[in-house]
């Protein structure tokens, strides 16, 4: 059973950074696609980014693209996305996923496992 656990979410000012982690457990992970979501309150869950894991191809929202990057460290089983530049319209619950494929995905739906989620909260 795939695990997944973000940490890293706060409060921020806007122009500020956060770094956002997701330890992955329970399988190898080098046949799946791991990604960023996040749901603004009242909103519906949008995606962020997401990285193909066996060779780090990654693709972006064009809401953070140049703000944010991606990435995995295959080593500790963990996925990153670094947030620069934030805005207030980037506050959410950021909630990373899971799928078991190599096709990129950016749909909520094609993703199996999902973590808990972790505020970011960015002030004016």
């Known amino acids: 059973q795939v695990q997944l656990a973000e940490s890293g979410g706060g409060l921020v000012r806007a122009g500020g950074s956060l770094r956002l982690s997701c330890a992955a457990s329970?399988?190898?992970?080098?046949?799946?696609?791991m990604g960023w979501f996040r749901q603004a309150s009242g909103k519906e869950r949008e995606f962020v980014a997401v990285?193909?894991?066996?060779?780090?191809?990654?693709l972006y929202a064009d809401s953070v693209k140049g703000r944010c990057t991606i990435s995995r460290d295959n080593a500790k089983s963990t996925m990153y996305l670094q947030m620069n530049s934030l805005k207030p319209e980037d506050t959410a619950v950021y909630f990373c996923?899971?799928?078991?494929?190599?096709?990129?995905?950016?749909?909520?739906?094609?993703?199996?496992?999902w973590g808990q989620g972790t505020q970011v909260t960015v002030s004016s």
């Open positions: 996923a899971a799928a078991s494929t190599r096709l990129i995905f950016t749909t909520a739906t094609r993703y199996n496992y």
């Open positions: 329970g399988r190898t992970f080098s046949n799946y696609v």
């Open positions: 990285v193909r894991w066996s060779d780090s191809i990654t």
